[in-house]
C-alpha cells in the first residue's frame, strides 16, 4: 500500500506545476461564497448585502480560517486599509461643505452627538469598573459610524432623501473625530504628557502629514481630471492607485491613511466641483474590495475570546451608544431643518460598526500590545454585532423614513426585471 501511494504522488508530482497554493483557492472561495451570500441575504430577506458579507466572514472566523489573523499585519492590513480609503475617499467627495455653511446647526448636531457618546460610552464603561487607559479608546473607537456600511445600504435600498443624506454627513463627521483622537491616544500610549501641548501635539502630527498627503492626492486627480474623461475606465484605474498610493505613504510616514483619504476626497470636491459619477468610475474592483474588507472584519472580528462579563460590557455599551447618538442628533436638531422624527431615524442609520473601528483598535494593539490587548476584548465583539445588527437598523430607519425605493420583500419581484430596473435607473 505505501508502495503504491509513493509511486502515485511521485507520478502527480510531475504534473503539479506551483501555483499561488490553497490559500489562494481559500480566498477565492471565500469571495465566491460571500458573494453568493449577499445576493440571496438582498432577494430573499430584503436586507443589505453587507449582512450577507459579514455573515459569511464571520462563519469562516468562528470555523478558524487562518488567512486573517489579529492583530492584522502585512498584506491583510493593506488590504482593509486601502477599502477603508476607497469609502472614505468617496465620503468626502460627497460632504456637503456649502449645506454647513447655510446650514451650521448640522455641524452642531454632528458635535452634540460626538460628544455625547463619547461621554456616555466613558461614563458606562468607568461605571463598570474598565480601567480609564481601556475606556477612552473604547468611547473613541464608539464614535465612529461606518460610512462604509451606510453606503452599502442606501445603494441596495436605493435610498435617498434628508434622512440618508445627513446620516452620511454626520456619519463622515463622526469618523473624521474618530480618526484624529484614535491615532492621537495610539501615539501616546507609550508616553506620560508632560502639558497640554504634549497632549495635542500627536493631533496636530496626525492632521498634517494626513492633509499633505491628501492635498497630494487631491492635486494629482485634479489634474488627471483636466485632461482624462471622469467616465473612462483609465481614470478609474489611475483613481485605485492613488489612493492606494496615498494610502501607503500616509502610514509609512506617520500618518492616517484613512484620514488623508477623507481629506482628499474634500479637497478634491472643492477643487473640482463639476459632478462626475463615482460608481462607474470604479464599478467591480471597488465592489470587491470592500466585499474583502467586510469580509475582513467580520472574520478578524469573530477570533473575539467570548465571556460572560465581556457580553455585559458589549450589550451595555452597544445600547448606550445607539441611545447617546439618537439624543445627541435629537438635542442638537431645533434649527436644523429636519422634523423630531426624522432626527430619531438619523441617530438610528448611524449605529453601525465595521472596519474604521477595527482600524483604529488596530493602532492601539501596534502601539501596545497589552493596552491594546485589554481595548480588543471588548471592541472586537461590538464590532462583531454592530456591523450585521447595525445594517439592519440603518435598513429599518431608512424603510421607515420613507426613503428607499426598494421594496423591502425584493423576491415579488423575478430576477429578469428587477435586472431591467437596475439598468434603466
Request: neutral net charge; charged residues 10%; glycine residues 8%.
Amino acid at each position: 500500500m505505501n508502495f503504491f501511494t509513493s509511486e502515485l504522488l511521485g507520478f502527480w508530482a510531475e504534473w503539479v506545476r506551483p501555483t499561488a497554493g490553497l490559500p489562494t483557492v481559500g480566498w477565492a472561495l471565500l469571495v465566491a461564497a460571500a458573494a453568493a451570500a449577499g445576493h440571496l441575504v438582498q432577494r430573499y430577506m430584503g436586507l443589505p448585502k453587507v449582512v450577507g458579507y459579514a455573515l459569511v466572514g464571520t462563519v469562516v472566523g468562528l470555523a478558524g480560517f487562518g488567512g486573517a489573523v489579529w492583530p492584522l499585519r502585512g498584506t491583510a492590513l493593506f488590504l482593509l486599509e486601502l477599502g477603508v480609503a476607497i469609502v472614505l475617499f468617496e465620503a468626502g467627495g460627497r460632504l456637503p461643505l456649502g449645506w454647513f455653511r447655510h446650514n451650521p446647526m448640522v455641524l452642531a448636531q454632528s458635535v452634540v452627538e460626538s460628544l455625547l457618546t463619547y461621554a456616555a460610552v466613558w461614563q458606562l464603561l468607568t461605571w463598570l469598573d474598565v480601567p480609564e487607559p481601556v475606556a477612552g479608546p473604547l468611547a473613541t473607537i464608539a464614535l465612529a459610524a461606518s460610512p462604509a456600511v451606510l453606503m452599502r445600504v442606501a445603494i441596495d435600498t436605493r435610498a435617498s432623501g434628508p434622512v440618508t443624506e445627513r446620516a452620511m454627513a454626520l456619519a463622515t463627521l463622526g469618523t473624521f473625530y474618530a480618526l484624529v483622537l484614535g491615532y492621537a491616544q495610539a501615539s501616546l500610549v507609550e508616553r506620560t504628557p508632560l502639558g497640554l501641548f504634549d497632549r495635542f501635539y500627536p493631533v496636530l502630527v496626525v492632521l498634517g502629514l494626513s492633509f499633505v498627503v491628501g492635498a497630494l492626492m487631491a492635486l494629482a486627480l485634479r489634474s488627471a481630471l483636466r485632461v482624462m474623461s471622469p467616465t473612462s475606465e483609465n481614470t478609474s484605474i489611475l483613481l485605485l492607485a492613488i489612493i492606494g498610493a496615498g494610502a501607503a505613504v500616509a502610514t509609512h510616514f506617520g500618518g492616517a491613511a484613512p484620514l488623508a483619504a477623507l481629506i482628499g476626497g474634500v479637497l478634491l470636491k472643492l477643487l473640482n466641483p463639476r459632478p462626475w459619477a463615482w460608481p462607474q468610475q470604479l464599478g467591480t474592483a471597488s465592489s470587491l474590495v470592500t466585499m474583502l474588507m467586510f469580509v475582513l472584519v467580520s472574520m478578524v472580528a469573530a477570533q473575539a475570546e467570548w465571556s460572560r462579563p465581556v457580553a455585559t460590557t458589549v450589550l451595555a455599551l452597544i445600547v448606550v451608544r445607539t441611545i447617546a447618538k439618537i439624543a445627541g442628533v435629537a438635542l442638537a436638531n431645533p434649527g436644523s431643518g429636519a422634523s423630531w422624527r426624522q432626527a430619531v431615524w438619523v441617530g438610528c442609520a448611524m449605529s453601525p460598526l465595521s472596519s474604521i473601528a477595527l482600524l483604529i483598535a488596530s493602532s492601539f494593539v501596534t502601539a501596545s500590545p497589552l493596552l491594546g490587548h485589554l481595548v480588543t476584548q471588548v471592541a472586537l465583539p461590538a464590532i462583531l454585532v454592530m456591523e450585521v445588527v447595525g445594517a439592519v437598523l440603518a435598513t429599518v430607519a431608512i424603510h421607515a423614513a420613507g426613503e428607499s425605493s426598494r421594496p423591502w420583500r425584493p423576491e415579488a419581484f423575478p430576477p429578469a426585471e428587477e435586472t431591467q430596473r437596475d439598468t434603466q435607473r
